[in-house]
């Protein structure tokens, strides 16, 4: 039996195939179109899981999507007539594009498909549900789904048992902890539903100064984690902002203007709001885990790409453990709803180990052999070496000691915003200069963001304070003391970005200002080149860590091809780029006369 899952209209449009409850591959609408969080329908996405199999619409059984459309429809409606006649000139943005596309979803799916068969439509947080607990390695657990919002429901929580999930309870539009995060992410001058990632990291930066004012006058926070918003304060029900002038009122101006210089408030307001969504997401974690009494969470929804929440709730929470789906935020609903399909409407078994997942270490995405590789460069005379399988990891580990900068483009992409060992930028995590020269040479973006470590799952604890592995990127655990370094009483007093400047660790380029670390660990099972290469670089320079960050600059989605990769490449200072088998030296390369065209053909060998 064959399910495709969709997800589109929102932001991070994907679809995914699953084949007999095995998800057989899964894709972003945004790494074909190269558009960052492309929210319109996957076209691209849905022809990579058929074509790439060998299939047609006609061989699928159902085709899955990830909410109720007409639900959305009466809330968005109910909200605008609850606010009329302010919001009138939202209004007749969102109102035109529901009418012409958005209500018929389902007409959409045959005609672009060219399909007949059975159209499926889960709720939105049934399908972030879904995404969370069927792919998980427990055979029964607690799920929390928290988001901005899908229909009506803004978080849910319940239980998954075997081939089940079932709702217990939700919180409803307007109140939203995804849309307080939105808000601040405006309001400190990120764009919303991309830069709030980007208020996670500044927060070490800053102090808590406005928690308290965040919980006395934004929010009514319950002790079961449950709240109200105080929505005099926000725009987003009737206009085309996220807060309006009393929220300006209230700390003291006008939003941050994009682009520009970062203050301490910004820092501020940025910690401030991180530590009430870990208060909530914490409340909420605890309040579940007494109503359900389940030893395991999985979380989704994405509210659960807040790694330093989720670590919180690993470290202080009342479960054994967590599981939180790669792919946590929208796109992760065309999975869950295919998923959903198989084992709830269809009623399918579900046998779980407890201990391995079924995301199949998130590499789901389009792979090119060394055949496409090798076309494409001598196609366009591109110079390179090539290496043999056993000298890969060598010669990069070789060049990451010696201070390089390289692109390792190999196998699957990965499927979810994490580049995971498929689609990374590495380098070495012992240099104290390398984070600054990555951010400002490599990702051209802010200096005060932190990387990531990809470290060997084996060595994990021996440089971080976790006891189990982190394959998604999705938890923050805290460097080792044994391996951090004491700051002087002048450090201790730095503010703000001036924290950049002190050396915290033995693998500084990976240590936030806080000491803290969104780790990554690899194991030999689901990336084995990447696992050797790293072995390797410890084996030989006495490090089982690198640096590893997605292989793209800012505002544009990963790379997904050779051709954007080759692009990446030359539109930075990065210094190799690793393809398959197939080396590339910057030194050699031509200077780009123009842009070579990356919408090309997505063939696969």
């Known amino acids: 039996m064959r399910i495709l899952g969709i997800s589109a209209f929102y932001h991070d449009s994907a679809a995914c195939l699953v084949e007999d409850g095995k998800i057989v591959c899964a894709a972003q609408e945004e790494r074909y179109t190269r558009k960052k969080h492309d929210f319109s329908f996957p076209e691209n996405a849905i022809r990579f899981c058929l074509e790439g199999q060998g299939l047609t619409a006609d061989d699928l059984d159902f085709v899955a999507f990830y909410d109720k459309p007409f639900i959305k429809f009466e809330r968005i409606l109910e909200t605008y007539l609850a606010y009329a006649p302010r919001g009138f000139a939202s209004f007749l943005k969102a109102i035109p594009l529901w009418i012409k596309q958005k209500l018929w979803i389902k007409e959409l799916i045959r005609k672009s498909l060219d399909y007949e068969g059975r159209i499926i439509f889960p709720e939105h947080h049934e399908s972030h549900a879904a995404s969370a607990f069927f792919p998980s390695p427990f055979q029964e657990a607690a799920f929390?789904?928290?988001?901005?919002?899908?229909?009506?429901?803004?978080?849910?929580?319940g239980v998954g048992s075997g081939n089940n999930i079932t709702l217990h309870a939700e919180i409803?539009?307007?109140h939203s902890l995804g849309l307080l995060y939105s808000a601040f992410t405006y309001y400190t001058g990120f764009k919303v539903n991309s830069g709030e990632y980007k208020v996670m990291g500044l927060a070490p930066y800053g102090k808590p100064k406005y928690k308290d004012l965040i919980l006395t006058e934004l929010m009514d926070l319950k002790e079961d984690g449950s709240f109200?918003?105080?929505?005099?304060?926000?725009?987003?029900?009737?206009?085309?902002t996220m807060t309006g002038k009393k929220f300006d009122k209230l700390f003291?101006?006008?939003?941050?203007?994009?682009?520009?210089?970062?203050?301490?408030?910004d820092m501020d307001l940025a910690r401030s709001v991180q530590?009430?969504?870990e208060e909530v997401m914490m409340r909420m974690a605890r309040h579940v885990h007494r109503e359900t009494g389940q030893k395991y969470l999985c979380l989704a929804g994405g509210v659960a790409l807040n790694c330093v929440g989720n670590g919180k709730i690993l470290r202080e929470g009342p479960f054994e453990d967590i599981w939180i789906q790669p792919a946590a935020g929208d796109a992760g609903g065309a999975l869950g709803a295919a998923l959903f399909t198989w084992y709830q409407f269809q009623?399918?078994?579900?046998?779980?180990?407890?201990?391995?997942?079924?995301?199949?270490?998130?590499?789901?995405?389009?792979?090119?052999?060394?055949?496409?590789?090798?076309?494409?460069?001598?196609?366009?005379?591109?110079?390179?070496?090539?290496?043999?399988?056993?000298?890969?990891?060598?010669?990069?580990?070789?060049?990451?000691?010696?201070?390089k900068v390289i692109g390792w483009f190999q196998g699957r992409m990965e499927f979810g915003p994490r580049a995971l060992g498929s689609r990374s930028i590495i380098g070495d995590a012992r240099s104290p200069s390398m984070q600054e020269t990555m951010n400002l040479k490599i990702k051209y973006r802010e200096s005060f963001r932190p990387f990531a470590p990809s470290t060997l799952a084996e060595k994990v604890s021996d440089y971080f304070e976790i006891d189990r592995e982190s394959p998604y990127m999705l938890l923050v655990a805290p460097v080792k003391k044994e391996i951090r370094q004491e700051m002087t009483e002048e450090q201790k007093n730095y503010f703000g970005l001036a924290k950049l400047k002190v050396v915290r660790s033995s693998i500084p380029a990976i240590t936030h200002v806080d000491y803290s670390a969104r780790l990554q660990t690899v194991n030999n099972r689901?990336?084995?080149?990447?696992?050797?290469?790293i072995s390797t670089f410890d084996k030989k320079y006495g490090c089982p860590?690198?640096?590893?960050?997605?292989?793209?600059?800012?505002?544009?989605?990963?790379?997904?091809s050779p051709a954007d990769a080759y692009l990446c490449f030359m539109r930075t200072q990065m210094d190799y780029l690793i393809m398959g088998n197939y080396l590339l030296d910057k030194t050699e390369q031509k200077p780009l006369e123009k842009d070579i065209d990356w919408r090309e053909t997505f063939e696969l060998d």
């Open 347 to 403: 009623e399918n078994e579900r046998k779980a180990d407890n201990s391995n997942d079924f995301q199949y270490g998130s590499y789901l995405g389009p792979e090119f052999g060394n055949g496409y590789i090798a076309r494409y460069l001598e196609e366009n005379q591109i110079p390179f070496s090539y290496l043999e399988d056993a000298e890969i990891p060598e010669r990069i580990a070789d060049l990451i000691n010696n201070q």
């Open 228 to 240: 109200k918003m105080n929505m005099e304060y926000f725009n987003y029900c009737q206009g085309l």
């Open 252 to 265: 003291g101006g006008p939003p941050r203007k994009p682009e520009s210089l970062l203050t301490q408030r």
């Open 144 to 157: 929390i789904t928290i988001d901005g919002v899908g229909e009506w429901a803004t978080a849910s929580y």
């Open 275 to 277: 530590e009430v969504t």
């Open 545 to 560: 860590v690198i640096i590893n960050t997605s292989f793209n600059v800012r505002g544009e989605p990963i790379v997904c």
């Open 172 to 174: 409803h539009f307007p």
């Open 526 to 533: 689901d990336n084995p080149l990447y696992h050797r290469m």
